[in-house]
């Protein structure tokens, strides 16, 4: 192998490296995704559920073995916050996986690009 073949080679290496490093970040941010997926879901259906009850409904919410009564009211804004907190989260995953996904789309391209210097190269010989 030349150094020429050899460089190429190197890089091609690298290229590879960093593309499967990128799909081993995307792999957990999609996990990391799904999981807020199915704690906004759970959220809404607890909203949807409070929002049925009416002001001579008693709420008790779960601290450790203990329920403690709460105040409707309140258990509604908390879960609120919670959805609104979830969905700012959501939207930053989102926006992760797709700058992720760009960025291995770029990797591609390089290697594609390396592959081909690399047949040019060797077809040369």
Avoid at 72 to 79: F, K, W, Y
Wanted: proline content about 2%.
């Amino acid at each position: 192998m030349d150094k020429n073949s050899a460089a190429l080679y190197k890089k091609i290496q690298t290229e590879v490296e960093s593309y499967q490093n990128l799909q081993k970040s995307c792999v957990k941010m999609v996990k990391q995704r799904a999981l807020l997926e199915s704690q906004l879901n759970e959220n809404k259906c607890v909203l949807d559920e409070l929002n049925l009850l009416g002001p001579d409904n008693k709420v008790y919410k779960l601290f450790g073995p203990v329920l403690v009564k709460q105040e409707l009211e309140e258990s509604r804004q908390n879960v609120g916050k919670r959805i609104e907190y979830i969905s700012k989260e959501l939207k930053s995953s989102t926006d992760t996986l797709e700058s992720m996904e760009k960025d291995m789309q770029k990797h591609q391209e390089t290697m594609a690009k390396y592959q081909q210097q690399w047949q040019v190269a060797a077809a040369m010989k």
